[in-house]
């Protein structure tokens, strides 16, 4: 009788143990790019959001009218047109290429560079240069970029973020049928922006949420109504970005 009451006793001790483990928090990826850079460092700061999976986005500047300066920091797959899953004809997924207009179609007609084909997406012909690509994080990252020159004293910074898979009530996989480039994106991009005074730098600015990019990326097109947008809204927590002089 006592062997029994000692293992009645223990398993749920072990029980309770094994529930009460914490998992792991993943660290903090820190990345870096056009270290070259003769202007201000660019810093930001992204806290991925409870929606976050492993989202692709570009980071560039623009001066106060809305005239494109330099591209600063983009995911290395949309950078060159080369996705680590974009060929399947010899039956399994290989990297390829792949032009996906309805990623972010807004820094695209903004950067205004057009393929023969009429599209404004690198690819691998015409690729972003190599010192303004690097990897997707999986979570929390910071980037570190740098201005090729000195920009104006006043100008903005945008962020343009999107995650396939995240459809809604309103962006069904139904809604345009017809589409292949809006399937790729469902809800669409999310373009984010704050503004930077030179003369007046603060120690952190946070970036908000200004409109939503074209469905499938046939317009450079902002649409500043969000209500049809859910999940997207929750792929980033918060981003802030800093700027060393």
């Not at 990826?29 to 959001?49: C, H, R, S």
């Not at 570009?58 to 009218?65: C, F, G, H, K």
């Not at 205004?112 to 999986?138: C, H, L, R, W």
Request: hydrophobic fraction near 35%; aromatic fraction near 12%.
């Amino acid at each position: 009788m006592k062997r029994i009451v000692i293992i009645f006793l223990i398993v749920p001790f072990l029980s309770a143990c094994k529930s009460s483990k914490v998992p792991e928090q993943q660290e903090k990826e820190y990345l870096t790019a056009n270290m070259a850079g003769k202007g201000p460092e660019v810093i930001l700061d992204f806290q991925k959001g409870k929606e976050h999976n492993h989202p692709s986005f570009v980071l560039w500047a623009e001066d106060m009218n809305g005239k494109y300066i330099q591209t600063l920091f983009i995911t290395v797959s949309l950078g060159t047109g080369v996705f680590g899953h974009g060929d399947a004809s010899s039956g399994k997924w290989m990297p390829g290429e792949i032009i996906r207009p309805a990623a972010i179609p807004y820094w695209a007609h903004q950067r205004g560079i057009q393929e023969e084909d009429g599209q404004f997406m690198p690819s691998k012909n015409m690729p972003v240069p190599d010192m303004y690509t690097g990897a997707t994080p999986s979570g929390d990252f910071e980037i570190k970029t740098n201005f090729d020159e000195i920009p104006p004293e006043k100008f903005r910074i945008l962020f343009e973020i999107n995650q396939t898979w995240d459809w809604n009530e309103y962006w069904t996989n139904n809604k345009y049928p017809d589409d292949e480039e809006y399937k790729t994106s469902c809800q669409p991009a999310l373009v984010y922006l704050t503004e930077i005074d030179m003369n007046n730098l603060q120690e952190s600015y946070k970036m908000k949420v200004i409109g939503h990019s074209h469905y499938s990326g046939k317009t450079g097109e902002l649409f500043t109504d969000l209500s049809t947008m859910t999940t997207a809204l929750d792929i980033a927590k918060e981003i802030n970005i800093r700027i060393n002089p």
